[in-house]
């Protein structure tokens, strides 16, 4: 739930702070008093597209927060974890600043995440419905995304084999594609093939050679400075006057005297350790002195082969172990091709295999998908009944299609919305009240699967009147009895219905015009009421009216919770 909203500098809203409760939620205001404004904040913080737009003029940012209810979600808490971000178990703090530069920083708990994880996470936390998303309807290639999402726990286990048995058959046929393509360029290709093969192969190249051979050539170009510094060191270490022979003198007599002065036997041992230590150093560059050596010959070789190295690593822009790789695979291409009419038919023979298992997968989940449609039609039609579509008819069509990511069905919902009209396309019968009735019923037997606990509407009752928009409004406050559920909304049956009441008035402040947020008393809600029966002017009977459907509306409000809740 979205305890709290912070907003500054957003648009025409300047500083705003909200507390926000369980159930129903109403903003309401004169149009263009900026409540479009609010749920573009709202939606900032689910990663929606910024702009620098939003920023209020004058302004070097915008900034949107939101604080919610930590929910008992696993997934929710596995992704955090991942992501190493600090989990507070009360709250998660979710910050959008936008800057004027156009970039925006998000922050999850104060951990800077990007879009793709700001969105991931907070579908967890909102479920927002703007007034474009009636629209998702009417593209028939999101309905089986709808049907999926109702029967996806039927679906999921079928799916999972499905989506992976048409991955391998994906990938067989692309090969088998690709070599028939290439039926008339083989032989040429292979000529070509064979050419790079054999030119990298040529200088039998190893792992990290080049690296190697630099250091070598390194030594041999500086051999008479390394044979000045290695016999430097070897004549101060060994010479009569060395550091090896007065530190042999100094532990000598270290050990004498630690014999009558036991303070000075760790400073004897110390002492020795290091003679110890110089005198394997002695060695080890004596025997770097005998095997050090200058060959021109070996430093012409050494430098040739490297500059064929790098020859080559500029002519394929690859590094060396790029290029070992590269032969590997210019191999194992070769071979497909020189064995091409052989791989065609095993390949051929795979695919029968796999499209058999497909079909018999796919088969599978539209069954499956057939029974979810039944169950999905009643439900949408009980709905739709209660929403005073009481002659409309639901039908999920299915057609067959070519195998792709998601089964071989091609799924429509179909309608039709008055008694003795045939079935047709939503598009083409579904007026913008239908629409609104059908996602908001599509909302509701969602409602018990969709993970986040936040529902925001903005203004799905718009396009309705009268008995319907008093049963859309119940619909929503059925949702809220369970989630927090904000709605804009400009009737007076949804404002009447709420729990909770947000007034958003315009105003001039100092020669700005700026949005602030009122949070309505009991008598500020049936005047607001009053005023959207009557318009801008409040009058005695529409106010007597604003009275009787407060009255009315909290007996619905406790007989819908008692439904919901299954309590007498």
Do not use: W
């Amino acid at each position: 739930m979205l305890i709290q909203l912070n907003i500054k500098q957003f648009g025409i809203i300047e500083n705003a702070t909200l507390e926000l409760g369980r159930g129903l939620t109403v903003l309401s205001g004169e149009t263009g008093a900026g409540k479009s404004m609010l749920l573009a904040a709202i939606s900032q913080l689910s990663g929606q597209r910024t702009s620098t737009s939003y920023i209020r003029h004058g302004e070097d940012k915008a900034t949107v927060e939101g604080i919610f209810d930590f929910p008992s979600n696993d997934n929710l808490t596995r992704i955090l974890e991942e992501l190493d971000i600090e989990i507070d178990e009360d709250v998660i703090i979710i910050r959008r600043d936008i800057y004027s530069s156009g970039k925006s920083v998000c922050r999850v708990n104060n951990t800077i995440v990007n879009l793709t994880t700001l969105k991931n996470i907070t579908s967890y936390l909102l479920d927002i419905h703007e007034q474009h998303d009636n629209q998702i309807l009417l593209v028939e290639k999101n309905h089986i995304a709808l049907l999926d999402s109702y029967g996806k726990d039927n679906l999921y286990t079928t799916m999972s084999s499905y989506k992976e048995k048409y991955k391998e058959y994906k990938t067989i046929t692309e090969k088998i594609n690709i070599l028939k393509n290439q039926e008339s360029e083989v032989l040429q290709k292979i000529d070509f093939l064979k050419y790079q093969y054999e030119e990298i192969d040529s200088l039998e190249l190893e792992k990290d050679e080049d690296i190697s051979l630099q250091e070598e050539i390194d030594y041999l170009q500086n051999y008479e400075k390394i044979n000045t510094i290695t016999y430097a060191i070897s004549e101060d270490l060994s010479s009569d006057y060395g550091v090896l022979t007065s530190l042999y003198n100094i532990k000598e007599n270290l050990n004498k005297l630690s014999k009558y002065n036991n303070n000075f036997e760790e400073k004897s041992e110390e002492i020795t350790n290091l003679y110890y230590i110089l005198e394997d150093l002695q060695y080890d560059l004596s025997r770097f002195n005998n095997h050090i050596e200058y060959d021109e010959n070996r430093l012409n070789e050494v430098e040739f082969r490297l500059s064929k190295i790098k020859s080559l690593e500029k002519k394929y822009s690859k590094s060396l172990n790029e290029l070992i790789l590269f032969k590997e695979n210019i191999k194992q291409e070769l071979y497909d091709l020189e064995n091409y009419e052989e791989n065609v038919s095993h390949y051929i023979e795979n695919q029968s295999k796999l499209e058999a298992e497909l079909k018999l997968l796919a088969d599978k989940l539209t069954n499956i998908r057939k029974d979810v449609a039944k169950e999905l039609e009643t439900k949408i039609q009980e709905e739709l009944k209660f929403l005073c579509m009481e002659k409309s008819i639901i039908k999920i069509d299915f057609k067959e299609k070519d195998y792709s990511n998601d089964g071989k069905d091609n799924i429509k919902i179909l309608i039709s919305a008055n008694y003795g009209e045939p079935l047709k396309s939503l598009s083409k019968v579904a007026s913008g009240g239908e629409l609104s009735r059908i996602m908001l019923a599509l909302k509701i037997i969602f409602s018990s699967s969709i993970d986040a606990i936040s529902i925001i509407f903005d203004e799905i009752d718009t396009g309705v009147s009268g008995r319907v928009s008093q049963r859309m409004a119940e619909k929503m406050y059925q949702l809220a009895v369970k989630s927090q559920v904000l709605c804009i909304s400009h009737l007076p049956q949804t404002t009447s219905l709420a729990d909770n009441n947000l007034l958003i008035i315009k105003e001039v402040v100092d020669e700005r015009t700026i949005s602030t947020i009122k949070v309505l008393t009991s008598k500020e809600k049936v005047e607001e009421v009053a005023r959207m029966m009557s318009g801008t002017t409040k009058t005695k009977l529409s106010l007597q009216h604003a009275l009787e459907m407060e009255e009315i509306s909290n007996f619905t409000r406790e007989e819908i919770t008692k439904r919901v809740l299954n309590y007498d």
